[in-house]
């Protein structure tokens, strides 16, 4: 299931120690985060290291324990956003959040979410991939 929501661009806090990359990255995670919050999710941890791997959102939504990945593109950007989460990247995913649920002693199967964020010139458009 895809969600497609229209945002007004809103005002950028920019960390000058960081690339533009990573200050786009951040805002498109911080605008995640407050959808998903409004939309009754627990944001439990933002960009948890698991091992070697990074899970940007992890929340609970009711019962289920959800592992979002949020991609960020600015109206540079040569590919949409959701097109760099491939088969490769989604198994990475997976195997962090068994490997985060099994060190937290929970026993749930994780959901894997994609939230693709597009920040265009007229405004920020936010896509929502629901897993099973």
Known sequence: ???????????MYVDSRKTIAQNIGNK??????EWLWLKGFQIVERNKKVGRFEIDLVCKDEHDWVFVEVKTRHEDGMNAPEI????????KIQH?????????????????????????????QMMYFQGK
């Not at 026993?107 to 920020?124: C, E, F, N, Y």
């Open 96 to 124: 962090a959040a068994q490997r985060y649920l099994r060190e937290s002693g929970e026993k749930s199967i994780p959901r894997i979410d994609l939230i693709a964020v597009s920040m265009l010139p007229h405004g920020t």
């Open 28 to 33: 498109g995670e911080a605008m995640a985060a």
């Open 84 to 91: 760099a989460v491939d088969y490769k990247k989604r198994k």
């Open 1 to 11: 299931m895809a969600v497609i929501l229209r945002i007004e661009l809103c005002s």
